[in-house]
């Protein structure tokens, strides 16, 4: 029963674009959302974060967005670049608490030059 | 500033043998949580510690695991009596307080023969 849904296995992007993933998520209760980056043979890596209150959350070329009636929310970066080539998790919570975040299986984003 | 440190980060075993996997959280961090990544999957929740606590652990195995985080030294998960389905990576994270981001480490790569 998969909570937390990342429904596209892979992304092709052209270098400069904008590459959008997408989440969305069955239980009401979460209020807290995150983004991490893997790597091969590496850990996650923290990339941004939206709480329940706000729609929108913005850090460099990475935004966040949050529509909780559709309980769907997206990461867009803009421009993309090779280095964003990865695995991309979507990760949630429930009473702000990071105790147990609840991971999607992943998007792997490719950006060609 | 190193970050979360994980040991060994590849380990094989045989069926029946023990599996014995480490983590160093970042400094000042005293919250540690241990996820498991089967293949094509995303990262699921197995236990979170704070020193010498279990905090919540909803997401163990009830026979053959174990997690403790004691006083001193690295937090230990445990794996007794491995089976082939244990093959996975074992990621640890840590933050420093219990609504703060989570940092992983690198990951253990258990092969169960």
Request: glycine letters at 4%; one cysteine or more; aromatic letters at 10%.
């Given at each position: 029963?998969?909570?937390?849904?990342?429904?596209?296995?892979?992304?092709?992007?052209?270098?400069g674009r904008i590459s959008i993933l997408n989440c969305?998520?069955?239980?009401?209760?979460?209020?807290?959302?995150?983004?991490?980056?893997?790597?091969?043979?590496?850990?996650?890596?923290?990339?941004?974060?939206?709480?329940?209150?706000?729609?929108?959350?913005?850090?460099?070329?990475?935004?966040?967005?949050?529509?909780?009636?559709?309980?769907?929310?997206?990461?867009?970066?803009?421009?993309?670049?090779?280095g964003d080539s990865a695995v991309y998790f979507c990760a949630a919570t429930i009473g702000g608490s990071q105790g147990n975040l609840i991971f999607g299986k992943g998007t792997k984003l490719s950006v060609k030059p | 500033n190193a970050g979360v440190m994980q040991?060994?980060?590849?380990?094989?075993?045989?069926?029946?043998?023990?599996?014995?996997?480490?983590?160093?959280?970042?400094?000042?961090?005293?919250h540690v949580y241990w996820?498991?990544?089967?293949?094509e999957e995303g990262l699921k929740f197995m236990v979170y510690l704070q020193k010498e606590n279990i905090i919540d652990e909803s997401g163990m195995p009830k026979?053959?695991?174990?997690?403790?985080?004691?006083?001193?030294?690295?937090?230990?998960?445990?794996?007794?009596?491995?089976?082939?389905?244990?093959?996975?990576?074992?990621f640890c994270a840590s933050s420093i307080g219990a609504q703060e981001t989570q940092y992983f480490g690198p990951g253990t790569r258990l092969l169960v023969l």
């Open positions: 029963d998969q909570q937390v849904k990342q429904n596209s296995p892979s992304l092709s992007v052209q270098e969305d998520y069955t239980n009401s209760m979460f209020d807290y959302f995150l983004w991490y980056k893997k790597y091969p043979a590496e850990g996650p890596t923290f990339l941004i974060s939206i709480s329940s209150i706000k729609d929108k959350n913005e850090d460099g070329r990475f935004t966040v967005f949050l529509n909780k009636s559709a309980k769907h929310l997206s990461l867009h970066i803009v421009p993309s670049q090779p | 040991n060994p980060r590849h380990l094989v075993r045989r069926r029946g043998q023990e599996a014995r996997l480490r983590c160093s959280p970042m400094k000042g961090h005293s996820y498991r990544q089967l293949p026979e053959r695991f174990s997690a403790e985080f004691p006083k001193e030294g690295p937090s230990i998960l445990r794996i007794q009596q491995v089976v082939r389905g244990d093959s996975a990576a074992y």
